[in-house]
């Protein structure tokens, strides 16, 4: 596709459940982000990637949050027992190796956990 | 840890007057890049500037860095009720190729 596409755009869940949410980056883009924003919130960083592997994971909240990417392409990420705290909007960004240029995003999955 | 902070934090103006915010970091850069978000949702790519530039022009946005201040001002010229949106800054620390790090944003209404 043209650009970067995420699914679900939305998703209620109940608490303790997992969930997974899906990215996929634009096509040849090697560098791919998660990040998450609460409400009226900035965006903080969750992880990031560098084709297949993940070279910073500082920003994962818990070892509840955990993330993947195959093929150089598609990541999922995916929170297990999710809790209330869980709820947010998770934006994924992809852009071409090294993000000297601009990161381009997704519209994100809203995420609510009751 | 955010690595931008931007100031104000809320801004409310009138249509066609000009619109500052401004940003300050922590780490040397390798760049700095302003955003825009409509509705909370995506973020639109604005405008970067690279550590050895100083001023930066695009349409009616003006770009500054001062990197001895570690700071970043972005100017909108003759605002419109259309750039009411959320404007966050973003830099990619020195050495650190990857990690795109977010301020925690200036919301802007232009009254029209």
């Known amino acids: 596709g043209a650009g970067v596409s995420q699914s679900p755009s939305n998703k209620v869940t109940e608490k303790g459940k997992d969930v997974e949410l899906r990215c996929d980056p634009i096509s040849g883009h090697t560098a791919l982000y998660w990040y998450r924003q609460s409400l009226g919130q900035g965006l903080e960083f969750l992880i990031y990637f560098q084709g297949n592997s993940a070279p910073d994971k500082s920003g994962l909240p818990s070892d509840r949050f955990s993330a993947e990417r195959t093929g150089g392409s598609v990541s999922t990420l995916t929170i297990q027992r999710t809790q209330q705290e869980d709820s947010a909007v998770y934006l994924c960004?992809?852009?071409?190796?090294?993000?000297?240029?601009?990161?381009?995003f997704g519209q994100g999955t809203r995420l609510t956990v009751v | 840890s955010q690595q931008g902070e931007e100031d104000p934090q809320a801004l409310s103006i009138q249509e066609g007057e000009n619109a500052t915010m401004n940003c300050s970091y922590k780490?040397?850069?390798?760049?700095l890049q302003w955003y825009r978000q409509n509705s909370g949702r995506g973020l639109v790519h604005l405008i970067l500037?690279?550590?050895?530039?100083r001023e930066k022009h695009s349409g009616r946005l003006r770009v500054t860095l001062d990197t001895s201040k570690k700071s970043s001002s972005l100017l909108i010229t003759a605002s419109r009720a259309a750039d009411t949106a959320s404007y966050f800054c973003?830099?990619?620390?020195?050495?650190?190729?990857?990690?795109?790090?977010f301020g925690q944003g200036t919301t802007l209404q232009v009254k029209p």
């Open positions: 960004a992809s852009g071409p190796q090294g993000l000297l240029t601009e990161a381009f």
């Open positions: 780490t040397s850069i390798n760049n």
């Open positions: 500037i690279r550590s050895n530039e």
């Open positions: 973003a830099t990619v620390s020195l050495g650190n190729t990857g990690k795109l790090i």
